[in-house]
């Protein structure tokens, strides 16, 4: 091999040996994360943890909400379907009252 083969193989090792590193200060850092170090302190720990508990029934309730919401959106839906099937009778209804009118004499309406 060519000395510049060498030299550019060399360069990709110590990339590659660069980012390894930097991966393993990330690692470290995170390890390092006082949820996860043995003297955390508890009181935070379990302070984050009732929030999250609280946060979470919220989420539920909100479920609830929204699953009441859909049911009361069927309902609404269903009557909906009614009043507008009647609707429409009602207009045909009228439009058949409209052409009997049309055929009446003009003398009878006099």
Avoid at 4 to 32: F, K, R
Avoid at 59 to 67: G, Q
Wanted: aromatic share 6%; glycine share 2%; with cysteine.
């Amino acid at each position: 091999m060519k000395s510049a083969e060498w030299m550019q193989m060399l360069d990709q090792l110590q990339t590659a040996l660069n980012q390894i590193s930097a991966d393993a200060e990330q690692q470290e850092a995170a390890l390092a994360s006082p949820l996860l170090a043995d003297d955390a302190d508890t009181g935070k720990f379990e302070d984050w943890a009732q929030k999250l508990d609280d946060a979470a029934q919220r989420l539920k309730e909100c479920e609830a909400y929204v699953a009441e919401a859909g049911k009361q959106a069927e309902n609404a839906q269903g009557d909906l379907v009614v009043h507008e099937e009647a609707f429409r009778q009602y207009q045909n209804r009228l439009k058949e009252f409209r052409q009997k009118l049309a055929n009446v004499p003009a003398v009878a309406i006099e």
